[in-house]
């Protein structure tokens, strides 16, 4: 009996403005607790919310950049019920006019690009921390994050592995933090992550039950969780028990999916429209405006690296992957019109030094002046590519100037013709048995002769020209 | 000095010619506050110290110079208790918020501050403002002035007694289904309802958000303008004010008939209404035909089911507004829970009284799922009929007049046991507050048992200086103000 | 669908879902409360409101939106100043289990 895995995600982004949704306090992580905290936000008696512009225009641009109809009228609801993270004993949302709606994500994947569609786009405000670890008899409260404005994206459910959930969630998270609408901070909460999974015969179009697995906040943790919860549903099919819809949580130590023990009635919401907020109208005028402030996507950026700079489109994917990765890569362009190299620079060495010293490039001291400076040196020949990877190493600890760095250590290729001559000349002297083979005809012995030059001189040559001038030595020897 | 009569225009009056200076003002009223409360009850907190402070500061103010008097500088006024107040007590007359202090001011009492007002009590009221009689209060029910078995009325029952008493001479009350205008009618006072959105909701305590809305309670139909004018107006930490600009209401007050189109129901609809206040209503309506007044009959078809729509809609706010009063963050935290939910249920059992109980309950079935359609949805659509209704009487008259109630002010403890009864006595006032109008309440006479009576002029949205006028000229050719020298307190 | 019975089981069911309970003398009053304004509310069935659009809030017009300018917040005494129990500026709440 072949299965197929059925999944929807739904993702909570944090967006990236200054203040709260519908108050003034400051939207900032980390903060001493109960510190950004009003009567709006704190849900005191008579408090009004108001709503942040800036949270809207982000929210406007999430939704273009995925493909959205955005609407003209969107509507505000209240989602009501009691939980002490939530002040008002009710959550400003959307409902059943949500801001935006059919959209989609592409993903790749083995049989080509798949389109996973996205049901609708809605603004909400976040709730409050619980803290549960303190103390065993009491739970503790801070209203600091209560209010921060979100976006909910919600997937149809074209999902059909962990794996193809895993891609969605990257590229809705990497284009998001492209259009600089969420910061994408999954340990911070930034983002966060919920999938509704069933599983129903392959090929067919019933939809089996479905459960939910909730705070899937590690992309680790999403593949693992989804996969726990696919198989969970097909064991308890194939031995004909019933599925019970209910919310799960993943387990990270034991490695299993666990209902969770709060469930006991499905809350009924009471959604109505909330009267303290009027509808939000947008014009055609004004959704336009806000498209003009995304820069250019992820995808776009691929294709244009491939085609226009000729990067193989290996590479091309990886630099596009993390924004600030590929600004660098274009600066560095900018400054030495050297894509290939620099791409391959870039994602053979400069990642890996970032991540062995677990800083982002923007924390790092190797600026695009000074990479490029010393890929220039390689293709001046004054230093080889594999000095230049040794030199670059040194770059984080050492802020001298290159050329400094290369004459100090010594790394400066010998291009001096006559030292050059000279050295040759002691080798053949040294090899004569070899140096008659080679007049025999045999011209693999021209390798031999390298490597002892190379030897000789501490690998301080460029392989190119010094094998042009031991050739000719050795036929004139 | 006896400040017993005084309204805002004269005590500005007072001052400002030195007859007294604001901190002698203010000992006045605080000394009269405090022995008259127990027979009245209409105070929750008297704040004697802050009312000093502020009046010392508005004596300076006077002291320097002409150019740096507020319009209200220097007035002693009380306001309900359902307006937040920095650092003083505010309760919503409820047991749930009976320790409640709150750390920021509404814009209301901002404004009233930032015009000079010495505020120096919080007035009784219905508990959470849900209530017709002030008997839904925490803190006990309040007495009439003109008769002390009966009720004066609610939900801003404190805020008419204390207006008519002469314990403060004015004050800001709030109207969701007629809360400013019935206690306003059963005391004898003017009580405006402003349309929705022209004042501020921010730190008022929320029942229905889409039919709160505050106002003046006064002696005369000026110092409702100068109030109005000091309130009134876009804030920005209120999405529902709109940013109509406030007119100098003050400058409205000529009284000057000869733009009015009076509309007015059938006769046949006020049947089964006390005979008395029929009688008087119609003597308003005869007052302003002597007058060449056009009278123009109007038709308000659907005003029968506005009990019903405002008591599904208003509940079903409620019961949303109050769901933060759960013991958490601030008010009443039961003391004997066994956990969580057990916390949530007994606080709030603990500290809400019957009849928000039973109006929380009520909102929550009419959201609940199943019922939302044939409720709330249901009842949103009549209200645009009925508001639609008015819109198309606006068409042909400039303002309308109605009784305010079906019955003078009746005993306390009358209708508590029969809460159905007395929702229907909101019938007059509740279409107003649905379709989102001004109104303002005036008196029109008194009964044979010397109660007074009411009648309300209805405006258009945003025409409260159209209605100011009417009201002024009301008040000059019927002297109905005059019935608050029977209150000799 | 207007003639609702209300019994046990409703009252019980949006006790819950409004975190209110009522004590012995206060369910059977309650009911019979509920019960008459609920008959009472069943005229709102003889209204025809084919095609009438709900009418949600007290005013309509588009909101005046607020400037991602942070604005001064309270003070942390102030949060707290109500809290019926607070330790180290967090609120205390008996255990919530998840």
């Known amino acids: 009996?072949?299965?197929?895995?059925?999944?929807?995600?739904?993702?909570?982004?944090?967006?990236?403005?200054?203040?709260?949704?519908?108050?003034?306090?400051?939207?900032?992580?980390?903060?001493?607790?109960?510190?950004?905290?009003?009567?709006?936000?704190?849900?005191?008696?008579?408090?009004?919310?108001?709503?942040?512009?800036?949270?809207?225009?982000?929210?406007?641009?999430?939704?273009?950049?995925?493909?959205?109809?955005?609407?003209?009228?969107?509507?505000?609801?209240?989602?009501?019920?009691?939980?002490?993270d939530l002040p008002k004993g009710y959550q400003i949302?959307?409902?059943?006019?949500?801001?935006?709606?059919?959209?989609?994500?592409?993903?790749?994947?083995?049989?080509?690009?798949?389109?996973?569609?996205?049901?609708?786009?809605?603004?909400?405000?976040?709730?409050?921390?619980?803290?549960?670890?303190?103390?065993?008899d009491h739970s503790y409260i801070d209203f600091n994050r209560s209010g921060v404005p979100l976006i909910e994206i919600v997937s149809m459910p074209d999902i059909s592995s962990p794996e193809e959930a895993s891609k969605y969630l990257k590229n809705l998270r990497n284009i998001?933090?492209?259009?600089?609408?969420c910061d994408g901070n999954m340990e911070e909460g930034s983002l966060r992550c919920d999938a509704n999974v069933s599983v129903r015969r392959a090929g067919s179009n019933e939809f089996g039950v479905k459960t939910e697995v909730k705070n899937l906040n590690s992309f680790k943790f999403l593949e693992k969780a989804l996969a726990c919860e696919i198989e969970r549903h097909i064991r308890l099919l194939e031995s004909n028990q019933k599925i019970e819809q209910q919310t799960m949580l993943y387990d990270s130590k034991e490695q299993v999916t666990r209902p969770m023990r709060s469930k006991e009635e499905s809350h009924d919401y009471r959604y109505f429209e909330e009267p303290d907020l009027l509808p939000l109208i947008l014009t055609d005028a004004e959704i336009r405006a806000y498209a003009e402030g995304i820069c250019e996507l992820p995808q776009q950026k691929k294709k244009r690296y491939v085609e226009e700079l000729r990067l193989k489109a290996y590479d091309a994917e990886i630099l596009v992957q993390d924004k600030e990765i590929a600004d660098f890569f274009e600066e560095c362009v900018a400054l030495l019109n050297e894509p290939e190299r620099i791409a391959s620079f870039i994602i053979n060495d400069y990642l890996r030094e970032l991540n062995s010293r677990k800083i982002s490039i923007s924390q790092s001291p190797v600026t695009s002046h000074r990479l490029t400076a010393l890929i220039k040196r390689t293709i001046e020949g004054r230093i080889t590519l594999n000095m230049a990877r040794e030199i670059f190493t040194l770059l984080f600890e050492d802020s001298r100037d290159i050329?400094?760095?290369?004459?100090?250590?010594?790394?400066?290729?010998?291009?001096?013709?006559?030292?050059?001559?000279?050295?040759?000349?002691?080798?053949?002297?040294?090899?004569?048995?070899?140096?008659?083979?080679?007049?025999?005809?045999?011209?693999?012995?021209?390798?031999?002769?390298?490597?002892?030059?190379?030897?000789?001189?501490?690998?301080?040559?460029?392989?190119?020209?010094?094998?042009?001038?031991?050739?000719?030595?050795?036929?004139?020897a | 000095m006896d400040i017993s009569k005084l309204g805002i225009f004269e005590i500005k009056n007072l001052l400002l010619k030195r007859k007294i200076c604001c901190v002698e003002l203010t000992k006045l009223y605080l000394e009269r506050a405090h022995k008259l409360n127990p027979i009245l009850n209409a105070f929750i907190t008297i704040a004697d110290e802050s009312a000093i402070l502020d009046a010392r500061r508005s004596d300076e103010n006077i002291q320097k110079n002409i150019d740096s008097i507020r319009p209200l500088e220097g007035v002693p006024i009380a306001i309900k208790d359902i307006f937040v107040t920095q650092n003083l007590r505010t309760t919503c007359g409820s047991k749930i918020l009976a320790n409640f202090i709150p750390p920021y001011d509404a814009t209301v009492v901002k404004r009233l501050k930032d015009s000079g007002a010495v505020i120096f009590g919080k007035l009784n009221m219905d508990e959470f403002a849900m209530g017709s009689s002030n008997e839904n209060s925490y803190f006990g029910p309040v007495k009439n002035p003109f008769s002390p078995d009966r009720t004066p009325g609610g939900s801003s029952g404190g805020s008419a007694a204390a207006v008519a008493a002469g314990l403060t001479p004015a004050s800001i009350g709030t109207d969701t289904g007629g809360s400013i205008r019935q206690p306003a009618a059963f005391c004898g006072i003017i009580g405006m309802k402003p349309s929705y959105g022209r004042v501020s909701r921010y730190g008022m305590i929320a029942f229905a958000s889409s039919l709160d809305q505050a106002g003046p309670m006064c002696r005369s139909v000026r110092d409702c303008a100068i109030l109005l004018e000091s309130i009134a107006g876009n804030d920005p930490k209120d999405s529902t004010t709109m940013t109509t600009p406030v007119p100098h209401y003050s400058e409205w007050l000529a009284g000057d008939p000869s733009d009015i189109r009076l509309?007015?129901?059938?006769?046949?609809?006020?049947?089964?209404?006390?005979?008395?206040?029929?009688?008087?209503?119609?003597?308003?309506?005869?007052?302003?035909?002597?007058?060449?007044?056009?009278i123009?009959?109007?038709?308000?078809?659907?005003?029968?089911?506005?009990?019903?729509?405002?008591?599904?809609?208003?509940?079903?706010e409620a019961s949303s507004n109050l769901a933060r009063y759960d013991g958490v963050r601030y008010g009443h935290r039961s003391e004997d829970y066994r956990n969580l939910k057990d916390m949530y249920k007994k606080t709030r059992m603990e500290g809400f009284g019957d009849e928000v109980k039973r109006r929380i309950l009520l909102g929550t079935f009419a959201l609940s799922s199943g019922y939302y359609d044939a409720f709330f949805r249901k009842a949103s659509q009549v209200r645009r009929l009925i508001a639609n209704d008015f819109y198309r009487a606006f068409s042909k008259v400039t303002t309308i007049l109605m009784p305010v109630t079906p019955d003078v002010a009746f005993r306390l403890g009358e209708r508590v046991s029969d809460p159905l009864s007395m929702y229907l006595s909101d019938i007059f006032t509740i279409p107003v507050n649905?379709?989102?109008?001004?109104?303002?309440?005036?008196?029109?006479?008194?009964?044979?048992d010397n109660l007074p009576i009411g009648v309300q002029f209805i405006g258009k949205p945003f025409d409260e200086h159209s209605l100011l006028n009417v009201a002024a000229f009301y008040e000059r050719e019927s002297s109905c103000m005059e019935i608050l020298s029977r209150v000799s307190l | 669908m207007y003639?609702?019975?209300?019994?046990?089981?409703?009252?019980?069911?949006?006790?819950?879902?409004?975190?209110?309970?009522?004590?012995?003398?206060?369910?059977?009053?309650?009911?019979?409360?509920?019960?008459?304004?609920?008959?009472?509310?069943?005229?709102?069935?003889e209204v025809d409101t084919e095609n009438v659009p709900p009418m949600f809030g007290g005013i309509e017009c588009p909101p005046l939106m607020r400037m991602d300018i942070p604005f001064e917040s309270l003070s942390r005494s102030q949060v707290l100043q109500n809290a019926p129990a607070e330790k180290e500026g967090l609120f205390e709440i008996p255990k919530v289990i998840e």
Do not use: W
Request: glycine share 6%.
């Open chain 1, 1 to 84: 009996m072949k299965y197929e895995a059925v999944i929807g995600l739904e993702v909570h982004a944090q967006l990236k403005t200054k203040t709260k949704i519908f108050c003034g306090c400051p939207n900032e992580f980390g903060a001493l607790p109960n510190t950004n905290v009003c009567p709006v936000c704190l849900g005191l008696p008579g408090a009004l919310p108001v709503l942040n512009r800036y949270a809207v225009e982000l929210a406007v641009r999430a939704a273009l950049a995925l493909n959205c109809k955005v609407h003209n009228e969107s509507r505000f609801a209240r989602k009501n019920y009691f939980y002490p």
């Open chain 1, 93 to 136: 949302t959307q409902y059943d006019k949500p801001l935006a709606t059919d959209g989609y994500i592409e993903i790749e994947t083995d049989s080509g690009l798949k389109k996973i569609r996205i049901m609708r786009i809605h603004l909400e405000e976040d709730a409050g921390k619980d803290l549960h670890d303190i103390s065993p």
């Open chain 1, 176 to 181: 998001l933090m492209y259009i600089g609408v």
């Open chain 1, 403 to 476: 050329d400094e760095i290369i004459k100090e250590r010594g790394y400066e290729v010998v291009n001096d013709t006559e030292e050059l001559v000279k050295s040759i000349r002691e080798i053949i002297s040294l090899h004569p048995a070899e140096l008659a083979k080679y007049k025999k005809g045999n011209m693999n012995i021209l390798g031999f002769f390298m490597g002892e030059l190379m030897k000789k001189m501490k690998g301080r040559i460029d392989p190119r020209s010094a094998k042009d001038l031991v050739k000719r030595e050795l036929d004139n």
């Open chain 2, 263 to 294: 509309g007015v129901l059938k006769e046949g609809y006020y049947e089964g209404i006390n005979p008395e206040v029929l009688k008087a209503y119609l003597r308003v309506v005869e007052l302003f035909a002597k007058h060449n007044v056009p």
């Open chain 2, 296 to 316: 123009v009959e109007i038709e308000l078809p659907h005003i029968k089911y506005a009990v019903a729509v405002y008591y599904i809609i208003a509940t079903s």
């Open chain 2, 434 to 448: 649905l379709a989102g109008l001004p109104s303002i309440s005036m008196p029109a006479g008194l009964n044979r």
């Open chain 3, 3 to 45: 003639k609702i019975r209300v019994d046990d089981g409703l009252i019980k069911h949006i006790c819950n879902l409004s975190m209110l309970e009522l004590n012995d003398r206060e369910f059977p009053e309650f009911r019979e409360q509920l019960q008459k304004i609920l008959d009472y509310m069943s005229m709102l069935d």
